[in-house]
Each structure stands twice: as structure tokens, then as C-alpha cells.
């Protein structure tokens, strides 16, 4: 099969992406082979390829986010039949998506929403559940709480995220922030309910506005904000971050009673955590809320066919950190 490998270049000592040819995996017992359609790029691709070493001997195959159809089931593989098409968020210990075909654990992978294409449902698994994970597992934000959250860096992949399913699945004051016009635009379009600049000053804007922060979801540069954090949320808040914890100072949460969460979508399958399925589940009810037009493909640049040089072209994209939603390329 067809596959992009990551691996250190013996000229230069740095990582480069390359075509390749390899075996077609075999599934486990609980696994789908799925022949992969459409795959998304995430900043976590980059942050692998950029800690490989010469000691990487082998290529690494990276890539999470895919969607496309079963071409074989495990044994003790439920729920699925060979023809379905599916789009879930792979295990970061195991082959990526960046390859025609790949092995998945069938816990973490569902039908993909009927109102989309392949293209478009690959940009929501790893987005979308992590969001999920924040906003209902960390944060734990309900239909009858009165609450007020700020999310920062609203205009990336799970910022994209959160504005939606926070809008469709509870009542609270989605504040986002955005520090481009094209951000601003984007997150408005997606249902902010009001939007701020996270380059100036947070608390004086919010304070402008009337607004008492009760949850937050930080989802870029949380050790730059975290001082802003603690001292905007009001007491017993709780803070849930996606990105680097380095030199957090805890004990700057005392006088609040605050909570703080880390949220890393892949722990599950890593660890093979008994609930595991709940992320099937939580693509299944993302695929419900897409095609009854509560929340939308959250994809904004299709990069052409999976190929190495294109993928390269993703990777460059990412670390511009100035993307807005998601990058996709379908096809081999």
C-alpha cells in the first residue's frame, strides 16, 4: 500500500515526509481495517515529527484524523459491516492515517455523518472529541447551568469545536476570542456570542462588557494566559487546556478554589481505558448534530490528493499558527 513515512533525512539530520510502499496491516480482534478516504492534519503531526531523532531508525506513520470505508472486521469487532463508511480519530501508539489502509480499535470509530463527503467528515474527529472531552467530561457544562465560557484560540481546529457543541447542547455565553479579522469573522460565524482580542488584555474587555467568566477553555499558549485566567474567572471556576502545562504554578488556583484540567484526547485508546467506546459514542452524536444542521464541517482547506509533498505543505501551514478551522487531502 501507498503511505507516507516520517523520518530523519541522513543528509541533513531532520525530519522529512516520504513516499512509500508498505504491507497492508492485519487487523486485531477488536479492529477495523478501513481503507482510508480523506485524512486531517493537526498540529500533534507536526509535534511528533519535530521530537524524532536518529535513534528513529524506522518511518513513523502519522496522522489521526480520517475518514473512509471497512474492508475488514476483527473478530470481536461489533457495530460495523464491511462497505460502511466510517471517520474516527486514530491511537497515537499505532500506525496513522497517513497511509491507504489502517488498523482501528472499533471503540473509537463511528458511521459518518450522512450529509457529508468523505473530505468533510474527515476534519471533525480529533476536533470533535476533544472538544467533546472539555466541555462535558472536564469543564462539565449542562443544559441547566447559568454558565459563561471563554474560549481562546476559538478559530483553530478545537476551538471550531467547542463554539458548536457548546451552542447546540447547552445554554451557556459562549465567549470567543480572536485576534485576526478572518478569526473574528470565522468564530462568529460558527455562533459566538461575542468575541474578544486574546493579543490585549482579557479582564478589562470582559469587564467592559458585563461578562463574569465561569469556565474556560484554553486551547493555545496556556502558560502565557494562565495568570490572566486566575485572575479573571470567578471563584470555583474550572479550566480545562489542550496545549503545553510547562511552569503552570498550581497553587495560584488556591485562593479560588479553581479546578484545572489537561485534556489529552488520546488517552483512552492509549491505556485502552475500559470506556473507551464513549468515543465512538461522542462521534456518533457528532454525526446526529451535522446532519440535523446544528453544527457544520469545521474543514477549510482541502490541500489536494495524500501524497508527501502535499502533506508537506499541511505541516508548513501549521506551524504558521495562523490556520483557521481545518486542512484536508483526500485520496491516493
Not at 75 to 80: I, K, L, N, T
Not at 250 to 255: D, E, R, W
Not at 286 to 295: F, G, R, T, W, Y
Amino acid at each position: 500500500m501507498k503511505a507516507i513515512g516520517c523520518m530523519i533525512d541522513s543528509a541533513t539530520s531532520q525530519p522529512i515526509l516520504k513516499d512509500i510502499e508498505m504491507a497492508i496491516p492485519t487487523c486485531e480482534d477488536n479492529d477495523l481495517l478501513i481503507k482510508v478516504e480523506s485524512i486531517a492534519v493537526n498540529p500533534v503531526d507536526t509535534k511528533i515529527r519535530n521530537i524524532m531523532t536518529s535513534k528513529d531508525i524506522s518511518p513513523k506513520i502519522l496522522g489521526f484524523d480520517a475518514s473512509g470505508e471497512v474492508v475488514v472486521t476483527g473478530q470481536s469487532a461489533e457495530g460495523f459491516t464491511i462497505g460502511d463508511k466510517v471517520y474516527y480519530a486514530g491511537s497515537i501508539t499505532r500506525p496513522g492515517s497517513n497511509a491507504e489502509y489502517q488498523c482501528v480499535d472499533a471503540a473509537i470509530v463511528s458511521h459518518t455523518p450522512k450529509s457529508l463527503s468523505q473530505t468533510e467528515a474527515a476534519a471533525l474527529p480529533l476536533t470533535g472529541l476533544t472538544a467533546c472531552e472539555m466541555l462535558f467530561e472536564h469543564l462539565c457544562i449542562d443544559k441547566s447551568d447559568n454558565a459563561q465560557l471563554l474560549i481562546v484560540g476559538a478559530a483553530g481546529g478545537v476551538g471550531s469545536m467547542l463554539i458548536q457543541l457548546a451552542k447546540a447542547l447547552t445554554d451557556c455565553t459562549v465567549i470567543a476570542t480572536a485576534s485576526r479579522h478572518s478569526s473574528k469573522s470565522w468564530v462568529e460565524s460558527l455562533g459566538a456570542d461575542v468575541v474578544i482580542n486574546h493579543a490585549q488584555p482579557m479582564k478589562p474587555q470582559l469587564d467592559k462588557l458585563g461578562l463574569a467568566i465561569t469556565h474556560i477553555a484554553s486551547c493555545q499558549n496556556t502558560p502565557g494566559y494562565f495568570d490572566q485566567y486566575v485572575d479573571l474567572i470567578t471563584p470555583f471556576g474550572s479550566i480545562a487546556f489542550i496545549d503545553s502545562g510547562n511552569g503552570l504554578d498550581v497553587m495560584k488556583l488556591k485562593n479560588k478554589s479553581l479546578s484545572l484540567h489537561y485534556e489529552y484526547m488520546f488517552a483512552r485508546a492509549m491505556f485502552h481505558a475500559k470506556d473507551r467506546s464513549q468515543q465512538g459514542e461522542w462521534l456518533a452524536l457528532i454525526a446526529k448534530l451535522v446532519d440535523q444542521k446544528k453544527i457544520q464541517t469545521t474543514l477549510q482547506e482541502n490541500l489536494g490528493q495524500i501524497n508527501a509533498a502535499n502533506l508537506e505543505k499541511a505541516h508548513q501551514l501549521l506551524l504558521t499558527h495562523k490556520m483557521v478551522g481545518k486542512i484536508v487531502l483526500s485520496g491516493f
